[in-house]
């Protein structure tokens, strides 16, 4: 699915957001937003999935105006939503059973995702019964079951620990890769940004607008950050980062 802004602006009363953002996403493509915190990220995603609307400008979905959610366009938070009286197999389901599935195949295309994202023998638990990693692993499956054309991301892995987050973004980059839905990620982490995008906007504080969009199509997809050394440093350096006391001697994760 093709996504278009076109001059969008976004303000709260008397606080503007962002400013004439234009950009156009092709199907397919993995964009990430990277930036100051309360730039406008969360907000531009939340427009995508039709939370909020616009101040001024047009957004569009394959020449449709996105006006309001549809399940083409499904949004993952940090926090990963699942709800706690409900197993991890029926949390997954309801995704299809507000498609109106009927409950029993939904329960059968349940287990099949939850085994996808490595949870096979944790159906029947409860949200509160797993780790943090394991709860947005089902959040995942619960995204990618409905299999939504648009998967919006809005800093997915913030709130897990390092190596956590660095295995669920193999596991991320594995089921877009099958799956090939048009990906939006927001995150605050420029190593997770490098890692899984194809194309990376990096965003000036509030009000929004694009310092410089970077093209990763090149660079091979690897946790070895020597891969994407010279273009880490540089997105680092448009956020205002001191590269020399950044640069990682392994893999942390971290958070920019």
């Given at each position: 699915m093709k996504l278009n802004f076109s001059q969008v602006t976004k303000s709260f009363g008397d606080l503007n957001v962002i400013k004439q953002?234009?950009?156009s996403i092709a199907d397919g493509e993995i964009v990430a937003l990277v930036g100051p915190s309360g730039c406008g990220k969360s907000t531009l995603l939340h427009m995508l999935a039709g939370l909020q609307q616009p101040s001024s400008g047009s957004l569009t979905a394959d020449g449709d105006s996105v006006a309001e959610p549809s399940p083409e366009r499904t949004l993952v938070f940090q926090e990963h939503a699942l709800y706690p009286w409900m197993t991890l197999r029926d949390n997954v389901s309801l995704a299809?059973?507000?498609?109106?599935?009927?409950?029993?195949?939904?329960?059968?295309?349940?287990?099949?995702?939850?085994?996808?994202?490595?949870?096979?023998?944790?159906e029947d638990y409860y949200p509160h019964q797993v780790s943090g990693g394991m709860r947005q692993r089902c959040a995942l499956a619960r995204a990618f079951i409905a299999r939504p054309k648009v998967l919006l991301l809005d800093e997915p892995?913030?709130?897990?620990?390092?190596?956590?987050?660095?295995?669920?973004?193999?596991?991320?980059?594995?089921?877009?890769?099958?799956?090939?839905?048009?990906?939006?990620?927001v995150t605050h982490d420029v190593d997770e940004?490098?890692?899984?995008?194809?194309?990376?906007?990096?965003?000036?504080?509030?009000?929004?607008?694009?310092?410089?969009?970077?093209?990763?199509?090149?660079?091979?997809?690897?946790?070895?950050?020597?891969?994407?050394?010279?273009?880490?440093?540089?997105?680092?350096?448009?956020?205002?980062?001191?590269?020399?006391?950044?640069?990682?001697?392994?893999?942390?994760?971290?958070?920019?």
């Open positions: 953002f234009d950009t299809l059973e507000f498609q109106d599935q009927p409950r029993k195949e939904s329960l059968v295309e349940a287990e099949k995702w939850l085994a996808r994202v490595q949870l096979s023998g944790f892995f913030g709130a897990l620990d390092a190596l956590t987050r660095m295995t669920l973004q193999s596991v991320l980059k594995d089921l877009i890769e099958e799956e090939r839905p048009t990906v939006v990620l940004a490098l890692y899984l995008a194809d194309r990376v906007m990096v965003f000036s504080q509030r009000p929004a607008t694009v310092l410089k969009e970077v093209e990763l199509g090149h660079i091979p997809k690897t946790h070895d950050l020597s891969a994407f050394a010279d273009v880490r440093r540089e997105v680092l350096n448009l956020l205002g980062i001191d590269t020399e006391q950044h640069e990682p001697k392994d893999y942390q994760g971290e958070m920019a």
